[in-house]
């Protein structure tokens, strides 16, 4: 009985000792937990730090959208850039306002925290209606004047001091809205600021100033195929990027789709912020104010002997939302009239403001044709789209039976809702609405040929009993496309008779377009940027739909003058009229006449021209207003070539930043060493607040045979060691 | 002392067939965990032989061409690498039929057409490579009558759950998707791996493309 048990316990049945089975115990829990580990980094966040090869990790962004419900992301970049490298930029913005023009100066500060000397090159969005009269490169205490030159020279200028080393500065307009920075040679730890100086309009619409800088882009969408930019049948020569840097290629299309295309980066939502801004405002309204405020940020306000001192209450924001300030006088205060004036190179150049009359009695309602274009693009993902969904709700409410409607949708391709729009009844409304609400955002943003479909929509039916009904677009957009002009010209030619409104959605849509499409189409425009103003702005647009329009107007100024905007824009109730004139004649003084059409009647008031005035801005403010005149001349088929022959000269005897002019800072002595080369940098802009980035369904992408393998090698792996326990213990 | 027998002699009946069951069940789990393994890496190495054949059937014959009888997908298009000199076919569809066998593009935008074309594969398989790939490199997809040239511009890691890119995305362009981390044993996390590629591009695929397709 060599065999005798040892003395166990009744019913014990284990086959090992005691030692032998923590031993298999330790074995299978370690195999276990190696197995579970695995697991739980295949389920983790994938962005897990710990998960990801340390080289690879270039920046972990913790900040989550409004919209986004993931965790950490983590952007992998194949090169050795390291977020250290990066270039940082640091704003500050200082307005002072007075009476109906603001001067800004916009001093941005790009530092180099890196090794090398590096070039950065900043997308920078501006106001579309200033004038951008200087650029100044700073290097510590010293001031660098900027010159302004024609564009390909100040191209070559730049690029010279470039090369030779030297710290210099170039600022480029790409769009009224878009221009680009670019600052050469910035030492190794160290900074160059650039300082833009602008004169910009305020608004003065319903009783209420404002002012709109925007901070950031929104990403505009390139349509057109790839093109050769040389080639293309639209090419503007002078308008052409000299590199392609953009993350777009050219399209016939867009064939400066690199310049308009910069890199983004995530809204910070607590500091270090990616890109602080911030604010100095000095207010001197000169009449007592109801309230002063800022529709998308926080302001800590100081009452000083003269007006108001404004700054963010945070001291710094991101510059992920346009800035947008508003100060309302008390009610007696309102003015109704104001003259400016400016006397520069000898030339008297004045700016008239008159508030047209208001109906005294409510107008009978027209009838109304509403077609809405809804934008459903991948960049309204996010807060926009349900803004905009909103927005189009509240349109569909305000129709009454007797009206018509139709409805386009559209993303890189569009949809009609009725082929021919249909009356207003409940049938009809409650399919739009289910159709709205069925909606989501994605995709690219073919804006021309839905714009062309709603344009060209079939008129409802003309033996209709009553005078045909008002057709009125209104549009549904953050006008993210990089095909401006296209657009333009095709509101040029095709808008007949239809009114074109514009809603322009986010938190940085593109004032420019927004703008510019509401004039084209004798419209207005209104923004939403956040869900609480849908209802006040649409109400305010459906306002200026249904009231009368003040047409016809004529200004006779005291002696000869050359004004603009010309001709005269038609205005809808509580806006000014505004004009901006250069007078020339023997005459000092005088009154200036206006006269115009209102509700039928004919309307006549007289403004005092005061002997002379000294408000800076007016004659560079009439430059540019002359400018913009000469611009949309491109969008009505005038060659390039005519338009630039004679906006040049204007440009660069007003000093402005144009399309075919540019402002270039170099410092006069060479800094960079002889062996250290320059690397060039781009300045990501913040992606605009609420919006999300493109949603993409994913599909599966991995089998299960890494795991079966591993499941196979571990049973394997278990049951030779079972048989080799078995084997000591058992049967030896 | 027979109490004590008995009770040893069924102690020794029984201890070994319990441990020898589970060596063998072990040994049959392993078997099949490793059966299953080979057939996904079988499938993943043969069928694209056939999924060649089928491709270029298909550009000759501008016509769709399944690469084997009850195939429920068939070759769209040829993505090329030639940095890691390395080409992948790609079936129509992403359903995890069509990624057994090959690289599977969505069906939403086509090659070349304004919008981001998906293309996703299986880490373990396919799109195993696309941890190499670096920005800057170039792609080329050969697809109906057109080569369409891609540069990468961006590799972000993506989750599943939220859809979300993080990257500036072209207007036309290219989307590779694969699942992420790439050394994860358990497949269905949310991690994704997307490299962005944007349209630089294209060109009519010539006769002389075509027969150099048929030739490899």
Same mark, same amino acid.
């Given at each position: 009985?060599?065999?005798?048990?040892?003395?166990?316990?009744?019913?014990?049945?284990?086959?090992?000792?005691?030692?032998?089975?923590?031993?298999?115990?330790?074995?299978?829990?370690?195999? !276990?937990?190696?197995?579970?580990?695995?697991?739980? *980094?295949?389920?983790?966040?994938?962005?897990?730090?710990?998960?990801?090869?340390?080289?690879?990790?270039?920046?972990?962004?913790?900040?989550?959208?409004?919209?986004?419900?993931?965790?950490?992301?983590?952007?992998?970049?194949?090169?050795?850039?390291?977020? /250290?490298?990066?270039?940082?930029?640091?704003?500050?913005?200082?307005?002072?306002?007075?009476?109906?023009?603001?001067?800004?100066?916009?001093?941005?500060?790009?530092?180099?925290?890196?090794?090398?000397?590096?070039?950065?090159?900043?997308?920078?969005?501006?106001?579309?209606?200033?004038?951008?009269? /200087?650029?100044?490169? @700073?290097?510590?205490?010293?001031?660098?004047?900027?010159?302004?030159?024609?564009?390909?020279?100040?191209?070559?200028?730049?690029?010279?001091?470039? @090369?030779?080393?030297?710290?210099?500065?170039?600022?480029?307009?790409?769009?009224?809205?878009?221009? !680009?920075?670019?600052?050469?040679?910035?030492?190794?730890?160290?900074?160059?600021?650039?300082?833009?100086?602008?004169?910009?309009?305020?608004?003065?619409?319903?009783?209420?100033?404002?002012?709109?800088?925007?901070?950031?882009?929104?990403?505009?969408?390139?349509?057109?195929?790839?093109?050769?930019?040389? /080639?293309?049948?639209?090419?503007?020569?002078?308008?052409?990027?000299?590199?392609?840097?953009?993350?777009? #290629?050219?399209?016939?299309?867009?064939?400066?789709?690199?310049?308009? !295309?910069?890199?983004?980066?995530?809204?910070?939502?607590? #500091?270090?912020?990616?890109?602080?801004?911030?604010?100095?405002?000095?207010?001197?309204?000169?009449?007592?104010?109801?309230?002063?405020?800022?529709?998308?940020?926080?302001?800590?306000?100081?009452?000083?002997?003269?007006?108001?001192?404004?700054?963010?209450?945070?001291?710094?924001?991101?510059?992920?939302?346009?800035?947008?300030?508003?100060?309302?006088?008390?009610?007696?205060?309102?003015?109704?009239?104001?003259?400016?004036?400016?006397?520069?190179?000898?030339?008297?150049?004045?700016?008239?403001?008159?508030?047209?009359?208001?109906?005294?009695?409510?107008?009978?309602?027209?009838?109304?044709?509403?077609?809405?274009?809804?934008?459903?693009?991948?960049?309204?993902?996010?807060?926009?789209?349900?803004?905009?969904?909103?927005?189009? *709700?509240?349109?569909?409410? #305000?129709?009454?039976?007797?009206?018509?409607?139709?409805?386009?949708?559209?993303?890189?391709?569009?949809?009609?809702?009725?082929?021919?729009?249909?009356?207003?009844?409940?049938?009809?409304?409650?399919?739009?609405?289910?159709?709205?609400?069925?909606?989501?955002?994605?995709?690219?943003?073919?804006?021309?040929?839905?714009?062309?479909?709603?344009?060209?929509?079939?008129?409802?039916?003309?033996?209709?009993?009553?005078?045909?009904?008002?057709?009125?677009?209104?549009?549904?957009?953050?006008?993210?496309?990089?095909?401006?002009?296209?657009?333009?010209?095709?509101?040029?030619?095709?808008?007949?008779?239809?009114?074109?409104?514009?809603?322009?959605? +986010?938190?940085?849509?593109?004032?420019?377009?927004?703008?510019?499409?509401?004039?084209? +189409?004798?419209?207005?425009?209104?923004?939403?940027?956040?869900?609480?103003?849908?209802?006040?702005?649409?109400?305010?647009?459906?306002?200026?739909?249904?009231?009368?329009?003040? #047409?016809?107007?004529?200004?006779?100024?005291?002696?000869?003058?050359?004004?603009?905007?010309?001709?005269?824009?038609?205005?809808?109730?509580?806006?000014?009229?505004?004009?901006?004139?250069?007078?020339?004649?023997?005459?000092?003084?005088?009154?200036?006449?206006?006269?115009?059409?209102?509700?039928?009647?004919?309307?006549?008031? /007289?403004?005092?021209?005061?002997?002379?005035?000294?408000?800076?801005?007016?004659?560079?403010?009439?430059?540019?207003?002359?400018?913009?005149?000469?611009?949309?001349?491109?969008?009505?088929?005038?060659?390039?070539?005519?338009?630039?022959?004679?906006?040049?000269?204007?440009?660069?005897?007003?000093?402005?930043?144009?399309? &075919?002019?540019? &402002?270039?800072?170099?410092?006069?002595?060479?800094?960079?060493?002889?062996?250290?080369?320059?690397?060039?940098?781009?300045?990501?802009?913040?992606?605009?607040?609420?919006?999300?980035?493109?949603?993409?369904?994913?599909?599966?992408?991995?089998?299960?045979?890494?795991?079966?393998?591993?499941?196979?090698?571990?049973?394997?792996?278990?049951?030779?060691?079972?048989? @080799?326990?078995?084997?000591?213990?058992?049967?030896? | 002392?027979?109490?004590?027998?008995?009770?040893?002699?069924?102690?020794?009946?029984?201890?070994?067939?319990?441990?020898?069951?589970?060596?063998?069940?072990?040994?049959?789990?392993?078997?099949?965990?490793?059966?299953?393994?080979?057939?996904?890496?079988?499938?993943?190495?043969?069928?694209?032989?056939?999924?060649? $054949?089928?491709?270029?059937?298909?550009?000759?014959?501008?016509?769709?061409?399944?690469?084997?009888?009850?195939?429920?997908?068939?070759?769209?298009?040829?993505?090329?690498?030639? $940095?890691?000199?390395?080409?992948?076919?790609?079936?129509?569809?992403?359903?995890?039929?069509?990624?057994?066998?090959?690289?599977?593009?969505?069906?939403?935008?086509?090659?070349?057409?304004?919008?981001?074309?998906?293309?996703?594969?299986?880490?373990?398989?396919?799109?195993?490579? %696309?941890?190499?790939?670096?920005?800057?490199?170039?792609?080329?997809?050969?697809?109906?009558?057109? $080569?369409?040239?891609?540069?990468?511009?961006?590799?972000?890691?993506?989750?599943?759950?939220?859809?979300?890119?993080?990257?500036?995305?072209?207007?036309?362009? %290219?989307?590779?998707?694969?699942?992420?981390?790439?050394?994860?044993?358990?497949?269905?996390?949310?991690?994704?791996?997307?490299?962005?590629?944007?349209?630089?591009?294209?060109?009519?695929?010539? %006769?002389?493309?075509?027969?150099?397709?048929?030739?490899?």
């Amino acid at each position: 009985m060599e065999m005798l048990p040892t003395m166990k316990r009744p019913g014990e049945v284990w086959p090992w000792p005691s030692r032998r089975r923590w031993l298999f115990a330790a074995l299978v829990l370690i195999a !276990t937990g190696l197995l579970l580990g695995k697991v739980d *980094a295949s389920n983790a966040q994938p962005a897990a730090p710990g998960v990801a090869p340390a080289q690879e990790l270039a920046a972990v962004d913790k900040s989550i959208g409004e919209e986004t419900v993931g965790g950490p992301r983590l952007r992998l970049h194949g090169s050795s850039a390291s977020i /250290q490298d990066a270039l940082q930029l640091e704003s500050r913005l200082e307005l002072q306002i007075s009476g109906l023009l603001a001067s800004a100066t916009l001093l941005q500060t790009f530092h180099n925290p890196g090794q090398e000397w590096v070039e950065a090159e900043y997308l920078l969005p501006l106001p579309h209606e200033a004038a951008v009269t /200087q650029m100044e490169l @700073r290097v510590g205490e010293r001031v660098i004047l900027g010159e302004i030159r024609e564009r390909a020279e100040a191209r070559q200028v730049y690029d010279a001091a470039r @090369r030779a080393g030297k710290r210099s500065a170039l600022l480029e307009q790409q769009r009224p809205h878009l221009f !680009t920075t670019r600052v050469a040679n910035i030492p190794p730890g160290e900074e160059i600021a650039v300082a833009v100086h602008m004169v910009l309009p305020v608004r003065y619409e319903d009783g209420e100033f404002s002012l709109r800088f925007p901070t950031t882009v929104t990403a505009p969408y390139i349509p057109g195929f790839p093109h050769p930019p040389a /080639q293309s049948p639209l090419a503007m020569p002078t308008w052409l990027p000299l590199d392609g840097s953009g993350w777009a #290629t050219a399209t016939q299309a867009v064939p400066d789709a690199p310049l308009l !295309t910069a890199p983004q980066q995530r809204s910070a939502t607590e #500091t270090p912020l990616e890109n602080p801004l911030s604010l100095k405002v000095e207010l001197r309204p000169g009449i007592p104010l109801a309230e002063v405020d800022a529709r998308y940020h926080t302001l800590a306000i100081d009452r000083r002997d003269e007006g108001f001192e404004l700054a963010f209450s945070e001291g710094t924001v991101e510059m992920d939302r346009d800035l947008v300030l508003s100060w309302r006088p008390q009610e007696r205060h309102r003015p109704q009239a104001a003259v400016f004036q400016e006397t520069f190179e000898g030339e008297r150049y004045a700016m008239m403001m008159l508030l047209p009359p208001v109906a005294d009695a409510p107008v009978p309602r027209q009838r109304r044709e509403l077609v809405l274009v809804l934008d459903v693009s991948g960049s309204m993902q996010g807060a926009p789209i349900r803004q905009a969904k909103q927005a189009v *709700a509240f349109a569909l409410d #305000t129709l009454q039976p007797e009206d018509y409607f139709n409805l386009v949708v559209f993303n890189d391709r569009h949809r009609v809702l009725f082929g021919q729009s249909r009356l207003a009844d409940e049938a009809a409304l409650d399919e739009a609405r289910r159709f709205v609400a069925s909606l989501s955002a994605d995709r690219g943003t073919e804006m021309l040929p839905a714009l062309s479909a709603a344009l060209s929509l079939s008129v409802i039916d003309a033996d209709l009993e009553s005078a045909s009904p008002l057709r009125q677009l209104i549009f549904v957009t953050d006008g993210a496309v990089g095909n401006e002009h296209e657009l333009m010209a095709l509101l040029e030619r095709h808008r007949g008779d239809a009114r074109l409104f514009t809603v322009g959605i +986010g938190s940085a849509p593109n004032n420019y377009f927004m703008h510019e499409a509401a004039r084209s +189409g004798r419209g207005s425009a209104v923004f939403i940027g956040q869900a609480s103003e849908v209802s006040p702005q649409m109400r305010r647009l459906f306002a200026d739909i249904q009231q009368p329009m003040v #047409t016809n107007l004529n200004v006779d100024w005291p002696g000869s003058a050359e004004a603009y905007p010309a001709p005269i824009p038609d205005l809808y109730a509580g806006q000014p009229l505004i004009q901006l004139a250069r007078l020339s004649g023997p005459l000092r003084e005088g009154r200036i006449r206006v006269t115009g059409t209102f509700a039928d009647r004919h309307w006549e008031q /007289q403004l005092a021209l005061p002997r002379e005035g000294d408000d800076a801005g007016v004659a560079a403010t009439w430059a540019r207003r002359k400018l913009d005149g000469l611009l949309r001349e491109l969008h009505r088929g005038i060659p390039t070539e005519e338009v630039r022959s004679r906006a040049l000269p204007l440009a660069l005897k007003f000093s402005l930043a144009s399309p &075919f002019t540019s &402002f270039v800072a170099v410092e006069q002595e060479p800094r960079r060493p002889e062996g250290a080369s320059v690397s060039g940098r781009k300045v990501p802009n913040t992606r605009p607040q609420g919006q999300a980035a493109q949603r993409f369904a994913f599909a599966q992408g991995a089998t299960s045979a890494p795991l079966n393998l591993a499941l196979a090698l571990a049973c394997l792996g278990l049951a030779v060691l079972m048989l @080799r326990l078995q084997r000591r213990d058992s049967w030896v | 002392m027979g109490m004590i027998l008995t009770a040893e002699h069924a102690m020794r009946r029984r201890r070994p067939p319990i441990a020898r069951y589970l060596t063998v069940a072990l040994l049959l789990g392993s078997l099949t965990q490793f059966a299953s393994a080979g057939l996904v890496y079988a499938k993943a190495w043969l069928a694209p032989l056939l999924i060649e $054949r089928a491709f270029i059937a298909s550009q000759q014959r501008h016509a769709v061409v399944r690469p084997w009888p009850w195939a429920d997908t068939w070759p769209v298009a040829r993505l090329q690498v030639p $940095r890691l000199s390395l080409q992948r076919h790609v079936l129509a569809g992403d359903s995890g039929e069509a990624l057994a066998f090959a690289a599977g593009m969505a069906p939403q935008v086509r090659p070349g057409d304004p919008g981001l074309t998906m293309i996703s594969g299986h880490r373990d398989t396919h799109f195993r490579f %696309l941890s190499k790939l670096q920005v800057g490199d170039t792609l080329s997809l050969d697809h109906e009558d057109q $080569r369409i040239h891609y540069r990468i511009t961006d590799r972000v890691v993506a989750d599943a759950r939220d859809g979300l890119i993080d990257a500036v995305l072209p207007a036309r362009g %290219l989307l590779l998707v694969t699942c992420y981390p790439f050394d994860a044993l358990v497949p269905g996390g949310p991690g994704r791996f997307v490299v962005v590629a944007e349209q630089i591009g294209n060109e009519a695929l010539s %006769l002389v493309d075509r027969g150099d397709a048929m030739l490899r």
